[in-house]
């Protein structure tokens, strides 16, 4: 399996991760529970989405010097 398909696949999940988290969070927010559960709730929702933004940024960061360091090695 080439590399491209790998980063688009995990791409393709971590985005996946996001919008199941975005659901859950507007579940949440519309939701009838206590208000300390419920920013509890959203606080550890929001937790785990900027984790999901932090891996899709450094993991992109990691292919584009991947391939970059693969294209120096070509010249």
Known sequence: MSSERIFKIVIMELTSDNLKLEAELEKTINSDLEINEKTN???????????????????????????????????
Do not use: C, Y
């Open 41 to 75: 709730t959203i606080k550890t929702i929001l937790a785990k989405m900027v984790a999901i933004d932090g891996s899709i940024v450094k993991f992109t960061n990691m292919i584009t010097n991947n391939n970059n360091n693969n294209n120096l090695k070509e010249d």
